[in-house]
C-alpha cells in the first residue's frame, strides 16, 4: 500500500513553457523524493525534501524546483520546458524512521511539444 | 557515469523456475541496496532490500544475495509466477532514506 499520490496524471506542454507538478506523500511520511524517468530507463534522482527544505540534489539545471509544504506534500515545478524533459515523474515518499523504503507514486507522464 | 548497471534488458523464464536478475555497482560508499518491481502506468513498487552488512536478505519467493568484493547484487525469484512479469530495477543509496541511483531495469516475462 503506498498511498502517494500525484496529480495530473498525463501532461502535455509546450516548449518553453512552464509546469508544476503535484504529490501528496502518505500519512506520516515526512521526506519526500522526485525522479525522473526517461524512456527505456532507470528514474533519475532530482531531488529531495524533508521537512520543507531541500535535502539532496541530482544532476539537474536549476530551472528544476521543488516545494515542500508544511503537510509533506510537495510540488516540482519545471521553467522553460524543453522536449528532453519529456518524461514520467516520480514522486516518493519516506517516513520518519530509517527502516523502511520509499514509497512511490503512480508518476505524472509529462509531454513536450 | 553509470553507477548501478542492469546489463539486461530483458529475461525470460518458464513458469515454475528460478529468476535470476542481476546488478552492478562501481560506487563502494553505497551501503543499501534495493529491488523495486515496475508494472506499465504504475509507480514502482518495492520488493526487498539488503544492507551491506548482510549477504543475503530472504522474502518468501525473493532472496537477494550481495556479493560486495564483486560490487555485484542479484535477486533470485522462485518459483517465478506470470504474475511476477513486470520490470525490475535494482537501486542503491548511501544511506537508508536517502537518495536512490537506479539502473536501467530488466523486463522480466514469465511464460506459463
Known amino acids: 500500500e503506498t498511498g502517494v499520490t500525484q496529480s495530473p496524471t498525463h501532461l502535455i506542454k509546450t516548449r518553453g513553457q512552464q509546469v508544476t507538478l503535484r504529490c501528496s506523500s502518505q500519512s506520516g511520511h515526512n521526506t519526500v523524493s522526485w525522479y525522473q524517468q526517461a524512456l527505456g530507463q532507470g528514474p533519475q534522482f532530482i531531488f529531495q525534501y524533508y521537512r520543507e527544505e531541500e535535502n539532496g540534489r541530482g544532476n539537474f539545471p536549476p530551472r528544476f524546483s521543488g516545494l515542500q509544504f508544511p503537510n509533506y506534500s510537495s510540488e516540482l515545478n519545471v521553467n522553460a520546458l524543453e522536449l528532453d524533459d519529456s518524461a514520467l515523474y516520480l514522486c516518493?515518499?519516506?517516513?520518519?524512521?530509517?527502516?523502511?523504503?520509499?514509497?512511490f507514486g503512480q508518476g505524472t507522464r509529462l509531454t513536450v511539444v | 557515469d553509470q553507477q548501478v548497471k542492469q546489463n539486461s534488458p530483458s529475461l525470460s523464464v518458464q513458469e515454475g523456475r528460478i529468476s535470476i536478475l542481476n546488478c552492478d555497482y562501481t560506487n563502494s560508499m553505497f551501503d543499501y541496496f534495493l529491488w523495486y518491481k515496475k508494472y506499465p502506468a504504475e509507480g514502482p513498487t518495492f520488493l526487498i532490500s539488503i544492507s551491506s552488512i548482510k549477504d543475503k536478505n530472504e522474502d518468501g519467493r525473493f532472496t537477494v544475495f550481495l556479493n560486495k568484493s564483486a560490487k555485484h547484487l542479484s535477486l533470485h525469484i522462485v518459483p517465478s509466477q506470470p504474475g511476477d512479469s513486470a520490470v525490475y530495477f535494482c537501486a542503491a543509496s548511501e544511506r537508508q532514506g536517502g537518495k536512490l541511483i537506479f539502473g536501467q531495469g530488466t523486463e522480466l516475462s514469465v511464460k506459463p
Open positions: 516518493a515518499s519516506s517516513p520518519p524512521t530509517e527502516n523502511t523504503e520509499a514509497f
